[in-house]
């Protein structure tokens, strides 16, 4: 279980429990977080999760796959070095109080 912060485009910030394994779209999209879709449902084949984690803990994350990185090709937003697409992000107790802001647009 992890206690995950999202920062809402509108500069709203909403904490979520998210439970091991689950991925951190799924616990925002169960959470009601706005600014997040999720449109494929977490195969990595929308990149509608688009999110920027906290720049400081950037290096605790794994770093993204082949079919990640080719996704963040598409997002809808600025793409920035701490860009990550949430469903491919897994709640563990080691990323506990982890802090993603959602960007104004995801399509
Ligand atoms: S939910 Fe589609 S790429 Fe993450």
Known sequence: M???TYIEPSGQS???E???GWSLMQGATAGGVD???GECGGSC????CHCYVDP???AELPPPGESELAMLEAVAAERRPNSRLACQLKASAALA???LRLPDVQE
Not at 45 to 48: G, K, L
């Open 2 to 4: 992890a206690l995950i």
């Open 14 to 16: 909403v904490s979520v």
């Open 18 to 20: 998210v439970a091991d």
């Open 35 to 37: 600014g997040i879709l």
């Open 45 to 48: 084949a929308c990149a509608t």
């Open 56 to 58: 400081t803990r950037m």
């Open 97 to 99: 109080g982890l802090v």
